[in-house]
Protein backbone atom coordinates (compact mmCIF):
# COMPACT_ATOMS: atom_id res chain seq x y z
CA UNK A 1 0.00 0.00 0.00
CA UNK A 2 1.07 3.05 -0.73
CA UNK A 3 1.29 5.82 1.99
CA UNK A 4 0.59 9.29 1.48
CA UNK A 5 3.48 11.62 2.04
CA UNK A 6 4.26 15.35 1.21
CA UNK A 7 7.66 14.96 2.07
CA UNK A 8 10.46 15.20 -0.54
CA UNK A 9 12.96 12.08 -0.87
CA UNK A 10 15.94 13.14 0.61
CA UNK A 11 19.61 11.84 0.29
CA UNK A 12 21.93 11.38 2.93
CA UNK A 13 25.76 10.73 2.74
CA UNK A 14 27.71 8.81 5.99
CA UNK A 15 31.30 9.85 5.49
CA UNK A 16 32.63 7.23 7.72
CA UNK A 17 35.81 8.73 9.35
CA UNK A 18 37.83 5.55 9.15
CA UNK A 19 41.41 4.79 7.79
CA UNK A 20 41.92 8.39 5.88
CA UNK A 21 43.41 11.36 6.23
CA UNK A 22 41.38 14.40 7.28
CA UNK A 23 42.29 15.86 3.55
CA UNK A 24 40.53 13.31 2.17
CA UNK A 25 37.38 13.59 3.92
CA UNK A 26 37.47 17.08 3.83
CA UNK A 27 37.38 16.67 -0.08
CA UNK A 28 34.74 13.95 0.42
CA UNK A 29 32.10 16.25 2.21
CA UNK A 30 32.77 18.78 -0.77
CA UNK A 31 32.35 16.76 -3.48
CA UNK A 32 29.03 15.01 -2.10
CA UNK A 33 28.08 18.49 -1.43
CA UNK A 34 28.53 19.88 -4.89
CA UNK A 35 27.19 16.03 -6.23
CA UNK A 36 23.82 17.10 -4.36
CA UNK A 37 23.71 15.37 -1.35
CA UNK A 38 21.30 16.96 1.14
CA UNK A 39 22.54 15.86 4.83
CA UNK A 40 26.16 14.84 5.27
CA UNK A 41 26.90 12.67 8.45
CA UNK A 42 29.46 11.62 10.10
CA UNK A 43 29.57 8.35 13.41
CA UNK A 44 30.54 8.89 16.66
CA UNK A 45 33.00 6.32 17.65
CA UNK A 46 36.67 6.53 18.77
CA UNK A 47 37.94 3.28 16.46
CA UNK A 48 37.29 1.80 12.65
CA UNK A 49 34.45 -0.44 12.64
CA UNK A 50 35.93 -2.10 9.57
CA UNK A 51 39.39 -3.41 8.70
CA UNK A 52 42.55 -2.52 10.92
CA UNK A 53 40.84 -1.39 14.48
CA UNK A 54 43.20 0.86 15.08
CA UNK A 55 43.22 2.22 12.10
CA UNK A 56 43.22 6.14 11.15
CA UNK A 57 40.38 7.50 13.34
CA UNK A 58 38.92 11.29 13.80
CA UNK A 59 36.57 12.10 16.83
CA UNK A 60 33.02 13.40 15.38
CA UNK A 61 31.63 16.80 17.28
CA UNK A 62 35.06 18.80 16.36
CA UNK A 63 34.91 17.15 12.49
CA UNK A 64 31.16 18.68 12.61
CA UNK A 65 32.54 22.14 13.26
CA UNK A 66 35.05 21.88 10.77
CA UNK A 67 32.17 21.07 8.34
CA UNK A 68 30.11 23.65 9.55
CA UNK A 69 33.06 26.10 8.22
CA UNK A 70 33.27 24.13 5.36
CA UNK A 71 30.33 23.35 3.59
CA UNK A 72 27.48 25.72 2.96
CA UNK A 73 24.45 24.29 1.94
CA UNK A 74 23.93 20.66 3.17
CA UNK A 75 22.49 19.88 6.79
CA UNK A 76 25.32 17.90 8.77
CA UNK A 77 24.74 15.59 11.23
CA UNK A 78 26.31 12.45 13.38
CA UNK A 79 24.39 9.04 12.93
CA UNK A 80 24.44 9.20 15.44
CA UNK A 81 26.10 10.39 18.92
CA UNK A 82 26.52 7.99 20.97
CA UNK A 83 24.57 9.43 24.18
CA UNK A 84 27.03 7.91 26.79
CA UNK A 85 29.84 9.96 25.86
CA UNK A 86 28.80 13.21 26.68
CA UNK A 87 26.78 15.62 29.58
CA UNK A 88 23.58 15.74 27.78
CA UNK A 89 23.78 19.55 29.02
CA UNK A 90 27.03 19.86 27.32
CA UNK A 91 25.92 18.13 24.22
CA UNK A 92 23.49 20.34 23.73
CA UNK A 93 25.09 23.58 24.10
CA UNK A 94 27.59 21.70 21.68
CA UNK A 95 24.58 21.10 19.08
CA UNK A 96 23.92 24.91 19.26
CA UNK A 97 27.08 25.93 18.91
CA UNK A 98 27.79 23.99 15.72
CA UNK A 99 24.10 25.08 14.50
CA UNK A 100 25.30 28.90 14.77
CA UNK A 101 28.33 27.80 13.13
CA UNK A 102 26.61 26.06 10.20
CA UNK A 103 23.17 29.23 9.61
CA UNK A 104 20.80 26.65 11.31
CA UNK A 105 21.80 23.24 9.19
CA UNK A 106 22.72 21.01 12.31
CA UNK A 107 20.60 17.42 12.64
CA UNK A 108 21.50 16.71 16.39
CA UNK A 109 21.38 12.50 15.62
CA UNK A 110 21.84 10.61 19.04
CA UNK A 111 21.74 7.11 20.03
CA UNK A 112 21.88 4.46 22.75
CA UNK A 113 25.31 3.51 22.14
CA UNK A 114 26.77 -0.22 21.37
CA UNK A 115 30.77 -0.35 20.04
CA UNK A 116 31.92 -1.76 23.51
CA UNK A 117 35.87 -0.79 22.80
CA UNK A 118 34.94 3.20 22.45
CA UNK A 119 33.27 2.73 25.90
CA UNK A 120 36.44 0.77 27.81
CA UNK A 121 39.30 2.72 25.92
CA UNK A 122 37.75 5.65 26.83
CA UNK A 123 36.78 4.68 30.35
CA UNK A 124 32.92 4.73 30.15
CA UNK A 125 30.74 2.60 31.91
CA UNK A 126 29.28 0.12 28.88
CA UNK A 127 26.32 -1.20 31.49
CA UNK A 128 23.61 -3.13 29.48
CA UNK A 129 21.39 -2.47 26.33
CA UNK A 130 18.36 -1.45 29.15
CA UNK A 131 20.53 0.46 30.98
CA UNK A 132 21.89 2.75 28.06
CA UNK A 133 18.09 3.42 26.61
CA UNK A 134 17.42 4.10 30.26
CA UNK A 135 19.93 6.74 30.18
CA UNK A 136 19.38 7.94 26.79
CA UNK A 137 15.46 7.98 28.01
CA UNK A 138 16.40 10.53 31.21
CA UNK A 139 18.88 12.45 28.35
CA UNK A 140 16.62 13.75 25.70
CA UNK A 141 14.15 15.85 27.76
CA UNK A 142 17.31 17.50 29.53
CA UNK A 143 18.52 18.18 26.48
CA UNK A 144 15.11 19.76 25.14
CA UNK A 145 15.51 21.67 28.76
CA UNK A 146 19.01 22.97 28.07
CA UNK A 147 18.32 24.07 24.31
CA UNK A 148 15.45 26.76 25.85
CA UNK A 149 17.89 28.31 28.19
CA UNK A 150 20.86 28.84 25.94
CA UNK A 151 22.03 32.27 25.05
CA UNK A 152 21.81 32.60 22.18
CA UNK A 153 19.17 30.13 21.10
CA UNK A 154 19.47 27.83 18.53
CA UNK A 155 18.68 28.91 15.22
CA UNK A 156 15.58 27.07 15.27
CA UNK A 157 14.54 24.09 16.34
CA UNK A 158 17.18 21.86 16.09
CA UNK A 159 16.24 18.07 14.41
CA UNK A 160 16.42 15.39 16.51
CA UNK A 161 17.06 12.18 15.03
CA UNK A 162 17.08 9.13 16.57
CA UNK A 163 18.79 5.64 15.10
CA UNK A 164 17.93 2.17 16.63
CA UNK A 165 15.15 -0.01 15.80
CA UNK A 166 14.12 -1.53 19.21
CA UNK A 167 10.26 -1.86 19.21
CA UNK A 168 9.60 -1.65 22.89
CA UNK A 169 11.95 1.04 23.81
CA UNK A 170 13.56 2.98 21.16
CA UNK A 171 10.53 2.97 18.84
CA UNK A 172 8.83 4.70 21.59
CA UNK A 173 11.53 7.50 22.52
CA UNK A 174 11.17 7.81 18.82
CA UNK A 175 7.42 8.70 19.19
CA UNK A 176 7.99 10.82 22.13
CA UNK A 177 11.05 13.24 21.28
CA UNK A 178 12.05 12.80 17.64
CA UNK A 179 11.49 14.58 14.70
CA UNK A 180 13.53 11.73 12.40
CA UNK A 181 13.62 8.35 12.44
CA UNK A 182 16.45 5.77 11.25
CA UNK A 183 16.67 2.55 11.09
CA UNK A 184 17.99 -0.54 9.15
CA UNK A 185 16.80 -3.40 7.45
CA UNK A 186 14.87 -4.40 3.86
CA UNK A 187 11.67 -3.68 2.72
CA UNK A 188 9.82 -6.52 5.61
CA UNK A 189 11.65 -4.88 8.11
CA UNK A 190 10.91 -1.80 8.05
CA UNK A 191 7.39 -2.12 7.26
CA UNK A 192 7.16 -3.77 10.45
CA UNK A 193 8.97 -1.16 12.29
CA UNK A 194 7.59 1.49 11.00
CA UNK A 195 3.75 -0.04 11.94
CA UNK A 196 5.83 -0.83 15.63
CA UNK A 197 5.78 3.30 15.54
CA UNK A 198 2.95 4.34 14.36
CA UNK A 199 1.58 2.25 17.47
CA UNK A 200 3.80 4.29 19.75
CA UNK A 201 3.32 7.70 18.39
CA UNK A 202 -0.78 6.40 19.11
CA UNK A 203 -0.35 6.12 22.39
CA UNK A 204 1.15 9.53 23.32
CA UNK A 205 -0.60 11.05 21.25
CA UNK A 206 1.89 12.27 18.58
CA UNK A 207 1.06 12.31 14.91
CA UNK A 208 3.14 10.04 13.23
CA UNK A 209 3.55 12.26 9.93
CA UNK A 210 5.44 14.88 12.29
CA UNK A 211 8.41 11.86 12.48
CA UNK A 212 10.48 12.04 8.70
CA UNK A 213 11.03 7.99 8.21
CA UNK A 214 15.00 6.97 7.12
CA UNK A 215 16.80 4.14 6.34
CA UNK A 216 20.51 2.76 5.64
CA UNK A 217 20.60 1.66 1.73
CA UNK A 218 23.24 0.34 -0.63
CA UNK A 219 22.93 -1.05 -4.56
CA UNK A 220 20.94 0.61 -6.88
CA UNK A 221 17.44 2.32 -6.20
CA UNK A 222 15.86 0.09 -8.72
CA UNK A 223 16.20 -2.67 -5.80
CA UNK A 224 13.83 -0.84 -3.45
CA UNK A 225 13.61 2.42 -3.50
CA UNK A 226 10.18 2.84 -4.81
CA UNK A 227 9.05 0.57 -2.24
CA UNK A 228 10.71 1.78 0.58
CA UNK A 229 9.52 5.10 -0.63
CA UNK A 230 5.81 3.93 -0.69
CA UNK A 231 6.21 2.96 2.73
CA UNK A 232 6.50 7.03 3.14
CA UNK A 233 10.34 6.81 4.09
CA UNK A 234 11.76 9.76 2.15
CA UNK A 235 15.34 9.85 4.11
CA UNK A 236 17.56 7.51 2.20
CA UNK A 237 21.29 7.58 3.74
CA UNK A 238 24.62 5.70 2.29
CA UNK A 239 27.44 4.98 3.94
CA UNK A 240 31.16 5.66 2.05
CA UNK A 241 34.51 4.95 3.88
CA UNK A 242 37.80 5.73 3.95
CA UNK A 243 40.64 6.18 2.40
CA UNK A 244 39.08 6.68 -0.57
CA UNK A 245 35.48 7.67 -1.41
CA UNK A 246 33.37 5.91 -4.15
CA UNK A 247 30.32 7.61 -4.93
CA UNK A 248 29.08 5.61 -7.85
CA UNK A 249 26.04 4.32 -6.37
CA UNK A 250 25.72 7.55 -4.71
CA UNK A 251 24.75 9.32 -7.66
CA UNK A 252 22.52 7.02 -8.95
CA UNK A 253 20.34 7.19 -5.51
CA UNK A 254 20.52 11.13 -6.33
CA UNK A 255 19.19 10.84 -10.25
CA UNK A 256 16.96 8.68 -8.49
CA UNK A 257 15.80 11.27 -5.62
CA UNK A 258 15.52 13.98 -8.54
CA UNK A 259 12.94 11.70 -10.71
CA UNK A 260 11.08 10.63 -7.53
CA UNK A 261 10.74 14.04 -6.24
CA UNK A 262 9.77 15.54 -10.43
CA UNK A 263 6.64 12.63 -10.11
CA UNK A 264 5.00 14.44 -7.01
Not at 171 to 180: K, M, T
Request: charged residues 30%; glycine residues 10%; aromatic residues 8%.
Amino acid sequence: MTIRNDRPVRIGLQLEPQHADYDAIRRAAAEAEDLGVDILFNWDHFYPLSGDPEGKHFECWTMLGAWAEATSRVEIGALVTCNSYRNPELLADMARTVDHISGGRLILGIGAGWFEKDYAEYGYEFGTAGSRIADLGEALPRIERRFSKLNPAPTRKIPVLIGGGGERKTLRLVAQHADIWHGFGDVEVAARKIEVLDRHCADVGRDPAEIERSVEVSGSPSDSGDQLADLGITLFTMTASGPDYEFGELREWLAWRDSRNGRR
